[in-house]
Nanobody, 126 residues
Framework: QLQLVESGGGLVQPGGSLRLSCACAASGFDLDFYVIGWFRQAPGKEREGVSCIGRSGGRTNYADSVKGRFTISRDSAKNTVFLQMNSLKPEDTAVYYC?????????????????WGQGTQVTVSS
């Protein structure tokens, strides 16, 4: 079964940047065959879709709250999906999860994804 692992979280000051990575925990899976989404969940709030990318790096979608600040991309050679986060704000503080869907359409709905990582904490604070 596909298992995902996130990395790259941490503490950053407002206006700073972080790059999150999503990779397979085990060999034998090619992330190019999956739609990959990034989600986040802040304390006391529901999980929300942040961004997603189609198979083999096609279509990308972003939540309105991160458009122009976050960029999702694939590195097929590394079998990794990245989320570059710039101009971070305190309201971006959350646990960030990557997820995979074996579908052909991009979605920011968590119910469309069947494989999830354990999450990585992002804290934006001065």
């Amino acid at each position: 079964q596909l298992q995902l692992v996130e990395s790259g979280g941490g503490l950053v000051q407002p206006g700073g940047s972080l790059r999150l990575s999503c990779a397979c925990a085990a060999s034998g899976f090619d992330l190019d065959f999956y739609v990959i989404g990034w989600f986040r969940q802040a304390p006391g709030k529901e999980r929300e879709g942040v961004s997603c990318i189609g198979r083999s790096g096609g279509r990308t979608n972003y939540a309105d709250s991160v458009k122009g600040r976050f960029t999702i991309s694939r590195d097929s050679a590394k079998n990794t999906v990245f989320l570059q986060m710039n101009s971070l704000k305190p309201e971006d503080t959350a646990v960030y999860y990557c997820a995979a869907a074996s579908s052909y359409y991009t979605s920011l709905m968590s119910t469309d994804y069947g494989f999830w990582g354990q999450g990585t904490q992002v804290t934006v604070s001065s």
